[in-house]
């Protein structure tokens, strides 16, 4: 007796005898008694699948890296706020107390001695001081400061901007990857159809032994790309959790998103959104500004600076204590310092060049990946269409080669080969899909701007 293929045509009947009905419904009631609870426990504690944002929304909560950037961000924070504390009034206040001891001579003529005096000393006082004026220096400095943590909170952004394409490549690398293993889990199904015709058509004469030798080392191709496929899914996945910055291994699924919804986006819009908004162009440009004030600051190294200050103190041997205070101002001018504020101008100056060649660079990289991106992207977006026909008419020649195979008009060659063209052209449509989604991404890291075609 033989089996009914889903196509219509008749396959052999399986060496494994089917059981007696009322085996069979024994069977199916203990397949449901057990299945339908195991079903129920999965689906109570499978977390919900989670979509790009969910993902990106994890990562940027907890990778490391972006807790470092934030942290070096909040030290040039702190150091702002350390040179604003120059410009500011000093005030600090002491007290001491100790025990003294005096001598002096003491008698007359021939009868000379010595007298001692122990007593308390006890001194107490609150002094201040103020930069009056410095040809704003002070001014400078504070300037360059924040500068420098503008620069650092645009290399936070810019790490922020790592993490997220990381994450979405990540991301689809595993959809690419899940679908990738359908495919080869197809393939072996249709591996096995193909061999079990094959073992049809020679068990009654109608084809030769090689065609079932064909067919078996086709299933065993077919078996491993499966166990390729199923490593990349698992690669995939640690891939995905090490970018989201978890210690741990994916514990949840995320969805398909893969198939793409075509964007399109000019060059020159691109290019001028890269330059307005690449957190590395803003990080570069407050280096920069950074570096000029600290050239101003060290020029007025040259000029004299004014500083005024006072102090009120008590003193004495014995409550209360006698007060006593002063007012004062400074004048303080280097004269001569073996030509070290020199050098530092020079060393500042060179920086305040380096920085600025380091923008035209970054600015050339930054047009560099920007077009690199928009051409990818229109190239991924034609593959997306050829795939497609590929795909299509791959299925129809494999539709045609089973027929005429079953029909003893084809060859098991040319089933086999059919069978390789569709899983080839699956495999190259499923590429396409992932080659835009990454383009896309790509896109959105040169240009610093969210597309909605990426946006899940």
């Keep these: 007796m033989a089996t009914a293929r889903t196509d219509g045509t008749a396959l ?68 702002a706020r350390q040179a604003l504390a120059n410009y500011l009034p000093q005030v600090s206040a002491t007290y001491s107390a100790n025990r003294r001891n005096t001598s002096a001579a003491a008698g007359t003529g021939t009868n000379l001695g010595t007298q001692a005096d122990t007593f308390n ?64 889990e197809q393939t072996v199904r249709q591996s096995q159809q193909q061999l079990e015709l094959a073992h049809g058509r020679f068990d009654v004469g109608l084809a030769p032994k090689f065609d079932v030798t064909r067919a078996q080392v086709q299933l065993a191709s077919a078996e491993l790309n499966q166990l390729t496929a199923r490593n990349n899914v698992a690669l995939a996945r640690e891939t995905l959790a090490n970018a989201l910055g978890l210690t741990g291994a994916l514990d949840f699924e995320i969805l398909d998103t893969l198939d793409a919804h ?18 590395e162009l803003h990080s570069l440009r407050a280096q920069q500004l950074a570096a000029t004030e600290q050239v101003a600051a060290l020029q007025t190294r040259y000029l004299p600076y004014v500083t005024g200050g006072g102090n009120y103190t008590w003193t004495g041997s014995d409550y209360p204590l006698q007060s006593s205070w002063n007012l004062g101002a400074s004048v303080n001018l280097s004269i001569f310092n073996g030509g070290l504020t020199a050098a530092q101008i020079g060393e500042a100056k060179a920086n305040l060049s380096q920085v600025q060649f380091t923008a035209e660079v970054t600015r050339q990289t930054i047009a560099l990946e920007v077009r690199q991106a928009a051409l990818n992207l229109e190239q991924a977006a034609e593959s997306i269409r050829v ?70």
């Design 262 to 279: 075509e964007l399109h986006v000019s060059e020159s819009e691109a290019l001028a959104a890269a330059y307005d908004h690449r957190p």
């Design 121 to 184: 000393f006890y001194s107490t006082g609150v002094s201040f001081s103020q930069l009056l004026f410095d040809f704003g220096q002070a001014l400078h400095g504070i300037r360059a400061a924040r500068a420098n943590q503008q620069a650092l909170a645009a290399d936070a952004t810019s790490e922020r901007e790592i993490v997220i394409v990381t994450v979405k490549r990540a991301y689809f690398d595993l959809l690419a990857a899940r679908r990738l293993l359908a495919v080869a």
């Design 12 to 79: 052999p009947r399986s060496r494994f005898a089917a059981p007696t009905r009322g085996g069979m419904g024994a069977v199916i009631c203990l397949v449901v008694a057990v299945a339908v609870p195991a079903v129920e426990l999965r689906a109570q504690e499978s977390p919900p699948a989670k979509t790009l944002a969910d993902c990106i929304a994890l990562a940027l909560d907890n990778h490391p890296r972006l807790k470092a950037a934030a942290a070096t961000a909040a030290a040039g924070a702190a150091r």
């Design 387 to 456: 795939s497609e026909k590929g795909e299509q008419q791959a299925r129809e020649n494999l539709e045609l080669a089973t027929g005429r195979y079953h029909a003893g008009v084809g060859s098991i060659i040319e089933l086999t080969d059919a069978q390789a063209a569709f899983t080839s052209a699956e495999a190259s449509h499923v590429q396409s899909l992932y080659s835009y989604q990454t383009a896309v991404a790509a896109l959105e890291k040169a240009t610093a701007v969210p597309y909605t075609a990426a946006v899940r």
